[in-house]
């Protein structure tokens, strides 16, 4: 089995800074992408998204004011946020794939952590 466990979440107010994390473990062989989504009434978005080599993608609304980055080592992924804005309220998602010791490639998720930003 594979977990994935957030943290970092919680209440800022707008301009203030909030750092996640996201750590796995379990029967991992390795990690291909890490990334962040998230949940707001009605919509789901992906926010950044982090290859095992280090290439990021990020949505629009976010760039320049987020930072993913991975610990390999550690597999854990983090999302750096600043300048946060009350439209970034939402629960926030780690999302890893996963090529397990059994050989199984799959797509695994954290548990939700709630952003909220207050104006």
């Known amino acids: 089995q594979v977990q994935l466990v957030e943290s970092g979440g919680g209440l800022v107010q707008a301009g203030g800074s909030l750092r996640l994390s996201c750590a796995s473990s379990g029967s991992i062989f390795s990690i291909n992408a890490m990334g962040w989504y998230r949940q707001a009434p009605g919509k789901r978005e992906l926010v950044a998204r982090i290859?095992?080599?280090?290439?990021?993608k990020y949505a629009e609304s976010v760039k320049g004011r987020f930072t993913i980055s991975r610990d390999n080592a550690k597999n854990t992924v983090y999302l750096q946020m600043n300048s946060l804005k009350p439209e970034d309220t939402a629960v926030y998602y780690c999302?890893?794939?996963?090529?397990?010791?059994?050989?199984?490639?799959?797509?695994?998720w954290g548990q939700g952590t709630q952003v909220t930003v207050s104006s």
């Open positions: 290859t095992s080599g280090g290439s990021t």
């Open positions: 999302n890893a794939n996963v090529v397990a010791n059994w050989g199984r490639v799959g797509d695994y």
